[in-house]
């Protein structure tokens, strides 16, 4: 999307719905909906970033989790029926803004070439089939947020990526696992025809990787790298 | 952190299998009264749970079986994944020491536990599973508290499931279980229908995604009412 002052700004969000909640792809698809409406009209309004803060964060979170408990309301349900993670990153010229509730990771490129770094450890409580969700109460407190310095390469991705990417061992990003990916879209020409890649389809579906998990998998990718 | 900091292969099979791991301790009561028609049942049993496991891919990586006996107090096999847990033949013994049992078991799993998080592998609640046929002849309170801190809405360390095989005695598996979980009876000697039902459901948990309630199969092919 075009800022002010002539530089792209990049708005990207995954959400997760929670297993066998019953609404939970509406919730996930309202709140990705919400986040990509809300922060993107924040950053044409204010390309700095700077009032993009974790109070803008808080409120939109309340905002959010009122419209889902209308929606319940609406249909007869509880807020839980919604439920769902969160990960949300705005990139723009001079800065970034990263919001996480649950589980996933947002990774960017770090200062070395070729060396990537998590914003947010995966929320996961002592065991593997626990996490946080936007619905439940107390998420002033599970609502993680960061500011940062712009980056031009990102990776969003829900948690069934997350054993193929992260080292758990060393709480750090597997960065040859995202070398190539990262390599292969730079080269890539933009395309606007909002289809999800083939390749990324073929790769997600791929025997690799579906040994190690039957987990949704879900990948936002972006670069501002050109390959030579 | 650097990885100089670390011993390499510490844990060689939570570095070769990273996957998260199902750990399920099993409790078998051995005494003399099992003699005879039961343990050959049990070890049948044994036998169908291995087998239905490595039926299972995922299950097979994740499910990680411990196996200790009772009396005297024996660990037949440390936690391993379900590939590479081999069933015993199980003989009769002594007495039941059921309480000291639980208690070196609930060691033995804190232990994996924390061997899990040195190694950054994740973990699902474990499952602790006594079958008996008699009542403990040590001291079994300490084990009791232990169960029922544990096994509690406030901790949720473990979930401990009791069986009870014919001359159990009940009333003593319920002051040592969690209220919220009161020991089952087994009907006849149906060990391959228990172990069938812990493997399938040892094989919802390990698949279990955040948020998902695990829905157990009824135990009703083994379980009298």
């Known amino acids: ?228 | 952190m650097s990885h100089t900091d670390q011993i390499p292969f510490a844990y060689p099979d939570l570095v070769a299998n990273p996957e998260p791991r199902c750990p399920c301790l099993l409790l078998l009561d051995t005494s003399g009264s099992m003699s005879g028609r039961p343990i050959e049942e049990l070890n049948a049993g044994l036998h169908t749970f291995k087998e239905e496991l490595m039926s299972d891919a995922m299950a097979m990586q994740r499910v990680e079986v411990a196996l200790m006996t009772f009396g005297p107090i024996r660990v037949i096999s440390e936690f391993q994944t379900a590939d590479l847990f081999q069933p015993p033949t199980l003989a009769t013994t002594g007495d039941t020491p059921m309480g000291g049992a639980i208690v070196q078991g609930l060691e033995m799993l804190e232990a994996r536990k924390a061997t899990y998080k040195q190694a950054g592998v994740g973990y699902y609640r474990p499952w602790v599973f006594l079958i008996t046929d008699g009542a403990p002849t040590d001291s079994w309170q300490h084990a009791a508290a232990m169960v029922r801190a544990g096994d509690s809405q406030e901790r949720k360390a473990f979930s401990f499931f009791a069986v009870g095989v014919e001359g159990a005695d009940m009333t003593k598996l319920s002051a040592i279980c969690s209220p919220n979980r009161p020991p089952m009876k087994l009907k006849g000697l149906s060990f391959r229908e228990l172990f069938s039902w812990l493997s399938s459901s040892l094989g919802g948990v390990a698949r279990s995604q955040p948020g998902q309630l695990v829905a157990l199969p009824a135990p009703s092919g083994w379980s009298s009412v």
């Open chain 1, 1 to 228: 999307m075009p800022g002010v002052g002539g530089g792209e700004v990049l708005i990207a969000a995954v959400s997760d719905g929670a297993g066998t909640a019953k609404r939970s792809e509406a919730g996930s698809s309202l709140a990705v909906a919400r986040f990509l409406q809300d922060f993107g009209a924040a950053v044409a309004a204010d390309p700095s970033l700077t009032s993009i803060d974790r109070l803008f964060a808080d409120e939109w979170l309340d905002s959010v989790r009122n419209e889902i408990a209308q929606l319940a309301a609406e249909e007869g349900n509880q807020r839980q029926d919604y439920a769902c993670t969160l990960l949300g990153a705005v990139v723009g010229r001079s800065g970034a803004v990263y919001v996480q509730i649950g589980d996933g990771a947002i990774v960017v490129a770090g200062e070395e070439v070729g060396e990537y770094n998590w914003i947010f450890w995966p929320q996961h409580g002592e065991y593997a089939n626990s996490t946080n969700f936007l619905t439940q109460e107390q998420t002033a407190e599970t609502l993680l947020f960061e500011t940062g310095p712009s980056v031009d390469e990102i990776a969003i991705f829900s948690d069934g990526i997350e054993r193929l990417v992260l080292d758990l061992s060393t709480k750090t990003v597997h960065s040859p696992s995202f070398r190539p990916i990262f390599k292969w879209l730079a080269g890539t020409e933009p395309n606007d025809d909002r289809q999800p890649s083939p390749a990324l389809i073929a790769y997600l579906g791929s025997d690799h990787v579906n040994r190690r998990t039957d987990d949704d998998k879900t990948l936002v990718m972006a670069t501002r790298a050109v390959a030579d």
